[in-house]
């Protein structure tokens, strides 16, 4: 279907957008419904269309508003979005992760947990595949560097101590905490999620590299394994 229809008169949704720009201006975010935003991102990129019947349907597809933006592109071009769309929804994403991240860049991670926790489950709790994320600091815990190790499967993700414990040494970083998702629900540590956290900290132990903790995220919490008791000293 074609996002932009050429009009010879004043479209019916003309008055419906100043509206709702002059709601969002008045009153942000907490002034529209999750769809209305959806709209409101919608018109950018699709000028000379009724975009509420989209976003509506994005919602009634999707589930949450979060879900949409962490659709795939396949999977939004499936529900009628173009190109164009798509990039100004994957933008705003990047762009919100962006935000987070210099929350926390350079600032103390344990005095700014919260953050961190919020950080983390906003990047990888809906993700469909498990990622192996790697956050890097210094002798004053400040986080100096945030990497995804590897990508895995829906259930499977590798970890590589020694290649773990090799950019640590490249960063001349003194601790790690250890992140990755359960795209399952279950942010429950599994044996192997424990076994390979021994064997991350045992490697990384003899060279002064301390592992803060092992966050196991997903769209349902996020577990702390140093909190669990199963981070081994």
């Known amino acids: 279907m074609e996002e932009a229809l050429e009009i010879t008169q004043q479209p019916h949704y003309t008055g419906h957008r100043d509206r709702l720009r002059e709601r969002f201006l008045k009153g942000?975010?907490?002034?529209?419904?999750?769809?209305?935003?959806?709209?409101?991102?919608?018109?950018?990129a699709i000028p000379r269309r009724d975009v509420k019947?989209?976003?509506?349907?994005?919602?009634?597809?999707?589930?949450?508003?979060?879900?949409?933006?962490?659709?795939?592109?396949?999977?939004?071009?499936?529900?009628?979005?173009?190109?164009?769309?798509?990039?100004?929804?994957?933008i705003i994403q990047a762009s919100s992760f962006h935000f987070m991240k210099q929350d926390?860049?350079?600032?103390?991670?344990?005095?700014?947990?919260?953050?961190?926790?919020?950080?983390?489950?906003?990047?990888?709790?809906?993700?469909?595949?498990?990622?192996?994320r790697l956050l890097f600091l210094n002798k004053k815990n400040e986080l100096i560097?945030?990497?995804?190790?590897?990508?895995?499967?829906?259930?499977?993700?590798?970890?590589y101590p020694r290649e773990i414990v090799k950019r640590a040494?490249?960063?001349?970083a003194t601790a790690i905490i250890l992140v990755h998702n359960h795209p399952s629900g279950d942010p429950t540590p599994s044996r192997p999620d424990i076994d390979m956290t021994a064997?991350?900290?045992?490697?990384a132990k003899p060279l002064g590299i301390v592992i803060h903790d092992h966050l196991i995220v997903s769209r349902n919490g996020t577990t702390s394994m140093r909190n669990k008791g199963l981070l081994p000293s």
Do not use: C, R
């Open 28 to 44: 942000g975010s907490n002034a529209l419904a999750d769809y209305e935003i959806l709209e409101l991102i919608l018109f950018m």
């Open 53 to 90: 019947p989209l976003a509506k349907s994005l919602m009634t597809h999707f589930g949450t508003f979060a879900a949409i933006f962490h659709a795939t592109p396949e999977e939004l071009k499936a529900q009628g979005l173009s190109d164009a769309s798509i990039s100004a929804l994957k």
């Open 104 to 132: 926390i860049l350079k600032k103390q991670i344990l005095n700014s947990w919260s953050k961190l926790l919020d950080y983390v489950q906003a990047t990888m709790a809906l993700e469909k595949k498990e990622n192996f």
């Open 145 to 159: 560097a945030d990497e995804i190790q590897q990508s895995g499967t829906v259930d499977h993700t590798p970890a």
């Open 169 to 172: 040494l490249e960063l001349s």
């Open 199 to 203: 064997q991350i900290v045992a490697a």
